[in-house]
């Protein structure tokens, strides 16, 4: 970022800026720490209008109310789920 300073007399000033990156979470404003678990992940919630930790099957549930799952992991639930329910449709 360049600001430019002009005087009418002749002196030169020199102005120098810095952007403060923040070291932890904490130090950012738009994040609510106050449920910060083991496992938890971090995922904006529009409502509130910042960031909080939550647990990751409200993450899927989203995805599943969006309809947004992806392919491969559909797929793999349906390879996992034939191989752990056997359906006997009876004979015909």
Partial sequence: MTIRVKLKSKKSIKVQTRIVAPENLIDINNIDISNVQDGYVLMYDDAMGKYTFVNPDALLSKAVADNTLPND??????VDLDNR???DGGQF
Avoid: E, P
């Fill in 73 to 78: 992991f559909i797929n793999k639930l349906d």
């Fill in 85 to 87: 329910i056997d359906v």
